[in-house]
Nanobody, 126 residues
C-alpha cells in the first residue's frame, strides 16, 4: 500500500491561489490513478480531479475545470493540485487518494480508492 502525505493547505482570500502537494511513498509510483478529493463541513466528500501517474492524463470535476490543475513530479513521487481563482465554496479539507496499481483512472468513485492521506485544510475567505 502507498502512504500519502498532503501539504500546502492554508487560508487565502477569494481570487487567490494555493498549491497542494501529495507525497507518495511505500510502493512503486508508476501506474497509479491518484486523485484529489475534498470535503466541506456538512457535505459529502467529492472528487476534484485525477491523474494517471503512468501517462500523466488528467480529469477534472466541472466545478473546478479551468481553475485547478493536477500535475506530477515523477522524480519526487509527488502529485500537485494547483488551485487558482479560488472561491469561498472551495473551502474544504482536501485529500489525496490512490487506487490500487494499474486500476483505470476513468472514474472518481470514492470506494475505488484504497489509500488516503490525512488531509490538508483550505479556507477561502470572501
Amino acid at each position: 500500500q502507498a502512504q500519502l502525505i498532503e501539504s500546502g493547505g492554508g487560508s487565502v482570500q477569494a481570487g487567490g491561489s494555493l498549491r497542494l502537494s501529495c507525497s507518495h511513498s511505500g510502493a512503486k509510483y508508476y501506474g497509479y490513478c491518484m486523485a484529489w478529493f475534498r470535503q466541506a463541513p456538512g457535505k459529502e466528500r467529492e472528487g476534484v480531479g485525477s491523474i494517471y501517474t503512468g501517462g500523466g492524463s488528467t480529469r477534472y470535476a466541472d466545478s473546478v475545470n479551468g481553475r485547478f490543475t493536477i500535475s506530477q513530479d515523477k522524480a519526487n513521487n509527488t502529485v500537485y493540485l494547483q488551485m487558482n481563482s479560488l472561491k469561498p465554496e472551495d473551502t474544504a479539507m482536501y485529500y489525496c487518494a490512490a487506487k490500487p496499481p494499474n486500476w483505470s483512472c476513468t472514474g472518481l468513485e470514492i470506494s475505488d480508492f484504497r489509500d488516503w492521506g490525512q488531509g490538508t485544510q483550505v479556507t477561502v475567505s470572501s
